[in-house]
């Protein structure tokens, strides 16, 4: 029997009881590529977007996936936690916000990001396209980034909007599916059920 | 310039310098639903099917991954060391071996695996359905199981069999992009290439 609950009070816990590995905060990103065959990378947690479930991830404009989420924009993460034993499969659409937004709530978001990102970072950003061949030994072109420069263009948010997250604890052996539901009233709400591990 | 080279000694390697972590044979692996969503979870590492380099994972027939395989056979793996800093993107074909296989060379497969697995992990196929709804607090059935008895209908094993494999390093910043490829003379090889990272 479903229940209404949110799964965010558990990822929030495992995120604690976790922080102690370097890689607690990395999750797998599943998304649909254009030849309708699956493609999955590791990316890294950058928060949830203030106030709500949304999850932050940045990228590079010019990687991958961001041609994947404009042509699908679902994706699922699954997200294991190595000290605790849980998994979480977070199931939901993926909004782009790059430097051609016209939305200044959500170019400030982009912003904030880049800020709250080491320099080492930022730097990633200026380098060579990624996956296309190495040419030479290519020196570094760009070795000093101003501390106070904002978003360059290859700088992207995404903001990845959950619909269904399926839990599972291997310790205790418990599952629960977590789904996003309209609740009657014109609202939506999470629910949760307990399911067969 | 591509070059020949496979990265099954890179695998091997990172599978050596990472043993020490408990969850270093687990990773993700990507498939599509038939609602035309990516979907991902973590399995573990059943080793490679001798002598090639395919990739053998075991499932419970009743999990939603087969249902999806069979809509879609194409999968992506992501393994990340977490250790050594490498990423393994592995994309290719995923076939099924349950035990309606009328192939005695593939039984056999199925059955070998069904013995390399503990005793722990035979009993889960003797569970209830996975993602069913949980039923009351039913007793566990099945608290017995002959160590010597054959695989449950429910036993199925996966056989990845790559085609790509996109290759990070992110200690040395490397990356490395390996296709298998014709080789003109009816047969395939893989080839290698630096990319970007």
């Known amino acids: 029997m479903a229940s209404s609950g949110s799964w965010k009070p558990l990822l929030l816990a495992a995120l604690e009881s976790n922080a102690h590995l370097k890689n607690s905060t990395y999750f797998q990103l599943a998304t649909m ?5 699956p493609s999955n990378r590791t990316v890294v947690f950058r928060g949830f977007q203030e106030g709500t479930d949304k999850i932050q991830i940045n990228t ?7 041609e994947e989420i404009r042509h699908c924009p679902f994706g699922e993460i699954c997200w294991y936690f190595a000290d605790s034993w849980e998994q979480f499969r ?3 659409r993926i909004e782009i916000i790059d430097g051609s937004s016209t939305d200044p709530a959500k170019l400030m978001q982009r912003e904030k990001s880049w800020f709250a990102s080491s320099l080492k970072s930022r730097f990633q950003y200026l380098g060579p ?6 040419v030479g030994k290519e020196p570094r072109k760009v070795n000093h980034l101003d501390q106070s420069a904002g978003p360059v263009d290859t700088f992207c948010l995404l903001v990845f909007d959950p619909d269904q997250v399926d839990y599972v604890n291997l310790k205790s052996n418990e599952r629960l599916l977590f789904t996003f539901r309209p609740t009657g009233d014109g609202c939506q709400s999470w629910m949760s059920e307990k399911i067969n591990p």
């Open 129 to 134: 396209a990624p996956r296309l061949p190495v």
């Open 60 to 66: 590079d404009t010019r990687t991958n996936k961001i």
């Open 90 to 92: 977070i199931g939901g």
């Open 33 to 37: 590529a254009s030849n309708g065959r």
